[in-house]
T-cell receptor
């Protein structure tokens, strides 16, 4: 079993739709969680950190479920510019060597 | 402030040649990471440095790969000899470690634009 698993997609949704991704992790000692966004042929960029209480940034909402060991990303009112690959990132507290990137979920927004 | 700088952006070489990838991290960052990304394996951590010292190189595929960080503003990843299976995008990333107590680390990694390596 991979340490961080994501549905590779692609998710193909119409503009304005709501879309959600999940990501599961196997290491219960994981402490930090992030969502990164990667555009085609570009570098990954931090989208948002994921906190235990859940957090929201505009149209984006991230949640963490420690009991079930998964994190989620919800995108509301999706825009064409949201088309990208979304990478789930998990690492153990204070341990840079335990930074694990998921393989990414590809999202395509159609007009 | 300039982000992470990598050079070259593209490298095409022949099997057996030596390849050197370069990275300049963001000033003030004390961690530097080298990653490799392929379609098959996704993003893999190869090695990382803390305050110029290699901490974990367990991700380096084999002895043909080596990395150095002679000072806080420069790092190299060298492949000698290169092989076709080394073809990938190599990213360098840096961060400044900050603890946020109960919320765990809020450190953010900033990636460079990557070097697209093709070994023929």
């Amino acid at each position: 079993r991979k340490e961080v698993e994501q549905d590779p997609g692609p998710f193909n949704v119409p503009e304005g739709a709501t879309v959600a991704f999940n990501c599961t992790y196997s290491n219960s000692a994981s402490q930090s969680f992030f969502w990164y966004r990667q555009d085609c042929r570009k570098e990954p960029k931090l989208l948002m950190s994921v906190y235990s209480s859940g957090n929201e940034d505009g149209r984006f909402t991230a949640q963490l479920n420690r009991a079930s060991q998964y994190i989620s990303l919800l995108i509301r009112d999706s825009k064409l510019s949201d088309s990208a690959t979304y990478l789930c990132v998990v690492n153990a507290y204070g341990s840079a060597s335990k930074i694990i990137f998921g393989s990414g979920t590809r999202l395509s927004i159609r007009p | 402030d300039a982000g992470v700088i990598q050079s070259p952006r593209h490298e095409v070489t022949e099997m057996g040649q030596e390849v050197t990838l370069r990275c300049k991290p963001i000033s003030g960052h004390d961690y530097l990471f080298w990653y490799r990304q392929t379609m098959m394996r996704g993003l893999e951590l190869l090695i990382y440095f803390n305050n110029n010292v290699p901490i974990d190189d367990s991700g380096m595929p084999e002895d043909r790969f080596s990395a150095k960080m002679p000072n806080a503003s420069f790092s190299t990843l060298k492949i000698q000899p290169s092989e076709p299976r080394d073809s990938a995008v190599y990213f360098c990333a840096s961060r400044r470690y900050r603890s946020s107590g109960g919320r765990g680390s809020t450190d953010t990694q900033y990636f460079g634009p990557g070097t697209r390596l093709t070994v023929l």
